[in-house]
């Protein structure tokens, strides 16, 4: 699973993160698995023909007085349970800027990865990088069931407080039991606080809902670029609606096949290459908080990792700041090298001054949460009450929405449950893999073997039926350098869809191409707007100063 947005948006906003990419254990809810059946089925036909109204007052927020001009927001109703049509309804929220061309093809839809990322928040902060595709699009985006303003799930603040216990540091690791204890508990949170929709997050739900979408858009066939989990999610969507499928491009492409721990490890050694490059480029600077030496400074991460995590330091609002929180800061950081700079000034802040706010930021991303006040809002949400299917106002997301929504499309991707004897057994063998694979982030990424435990067997029609796809011919974009979704996806993802993927190679570094790299944007852009697509296996290199 992967995910983060392309390299030179800004690094708070790199929350889009996959399971890859930022797996928690904030997630485990009580889904089930998602129903496979007739995407036609009885009852469905009331959902299509919608009308959207668009209007630029749909996108205030009260905290929020600016919003970027042209920027339109609506909503679509979707089913709960595509299974049972009439048991209850959805609404996603949208948001899009208009076509500034003097014809248009319709709409291009965007996502921007995940799962777990507000499509609406991401358009609207990072809309420039795509107003070359409004010379022929409406550029549209929307918040997946679950996510953002269409009934965010939560864990709430106790799930919250048990799930950071399971941080993989030594002490948490020695008793299995423990963890299952907390693990168990969390899922209870999860389900308490998310309402009925955590049992239908799963993407063969999502990639409905984005039928039911390109309808409402009035488009006869969806035109799509979607990043890291986005590809999964378009993947599933050629699969489930192949005679609906106009110019999908997938940019750093999700694997379809490889099981929840074997990501994990893929993570940890990709983050552990981009760390390494980081440490080989700070140490030439005499500002590089490590020294000069590349041995000795690597030595010195993992010294200050394991301090942190047996004293953590005191933080201003965030409680207390661990070694495991300074991981996934690390880990955010890593997804671009336009970020090195910032992440050298933000280490040496810590290292130095024992100040955490500059590396809290890139924390901030989605993975160590800040730790908010009770209010009145958290009783409300017990069983989803406070949304009841319609959209939520923006400062009503809960802070853990992200990866809470995060861990349950992962889980309801997934078929495999290890038992509680399986994790017992196997956790101190798998420990040592992860830490082989990454000294650093190898027992961060430990926690996605057990991160679906308590939940049912998620759903087998992605790692079964997503192959040999016949559609019109799709555009694959796999990055050589990308810590999150390693190039050899993206050419086992091209292999198993069949004839009809056809394979960009960016030879770059960062996760995706397309906002790090000039060639990789303009064969995007000529392919979702003139059709244009490249030879199969050409190639692109990166150009950061795009």
Known sequence: MPTKLPPHWPAVRRCILTGTAGLALLGAGLPAAADDGDVDGPGLSRFYDQKISW?????????????PEGLQCGKVTVPLDYAHPGAGKLELALARYRATGKSSRGSVVLNFG????????????????????????DVV????????????????????????????????????????????????????????????????????DLDIIRDALGDKKLNYLGFSY??????????????????????????????????????????????????????????????????????????LVRSLDEDPVPTAYNGPFSGQDLVGA??????????????????ASLVE?????????????????PVREKDTREKDTEAGEETGGTLVDEEDVPLDNLPAALMAVNCADDPDRPTAGQITRDLAR???????????????????????????????????????????????????????TPYRWTVE??????????????????????????????????????????????????????
């Open 353 to 369: 001054d024992g100040d955490t706010r500059a590396i809290e930021a890139f924390a901030g991303g989605g993975i160590a949460l």
């Open 114 to 137: 995940g799962p777990g990322g507000s499509g609406v928040a991401e358009l609207s902060w990072g809309a420039d990088d795509f107003m070359d595709l409004a010379e022929g699009y």
């Open 493 to 546: 993802t091209a292999k198993r869809l069949g004839s009809s993927a056809v394979v960009l190679d960016h030879r770059g570094e960062g996760h995706t191409g397309y906002g790090s790299s000039t060639c990789v944007h303009r064969k995007v852009d000529d392919f979702l707007l003139y059709g244009s697509l490249p030879a199969d296996g050409s190639s692109c290199g990166p150009d950061r100063d795009r």
């Open 55 to 67: 209007s630029a007052k749909a996108c205030e927020s009260p905290e929020e007085t600016e919003r």
């Open 330 to 347: 690390i880990g955010q950081a890593l997804y671009s090298e336009d970020l090195w700079p910032s992440l050298e000034r933000a280490l």
């Open 141 to 208: 985006s929307f918040d997946p069931r679950g996510v953002g303003r269409s009934s965010p799930v939560s864990c709430g603040d106790t799930g919250y407080e048990t799930a950071v216990d399971l941080d993989g540091t030594d002490d948490a690791l020695s008793d299995p039991q423990a963890v299952l204890r907390k693990l168990r508990k969390v899922a209870k949170e999860c389900a308490a606080h998310s309402g009925p929709v955590l049992e239908h997050m799963g993407t063969v739900d999502v990639s409905r």
């Open 430 to 484: 798998l420990r040592a893999d992860y830490e082989r694979a990454s000294p650093v982030f190898g027992v961060y990424r430990l926690t996605q073997v057990l991160m679906c435990h308590g939940r049912p067997k998620g759903t087998d029609y992605i790692r079964e039926k997503v192959k040999d796809v016949h559609t019109p011919k799709m555009l694959l974009v796999g990055t050589r350098g990308d810590p999150a």
């Open 230 to 303: 986005g590809t999964r999610l378009a993947a599933v969507y050629a699969a489930q609606f192949p005679d609906k499928v106009g110019r999908l491009v997938l940019d750093g492409v999700d694997t379809l096949t490889e099981p929840l721990t074997e990501q994990g490890i893929v993570g940890a050694r990709g983050q552990q290459v981009a760390l390494d490059a980081f440490i080989d480029w700070c140490v030439k600077d005499i500002a590089c908080p490590f020294g000069q030496d590349a041995r000795s400074a690597r030595e010195d991460v993992v010294r």
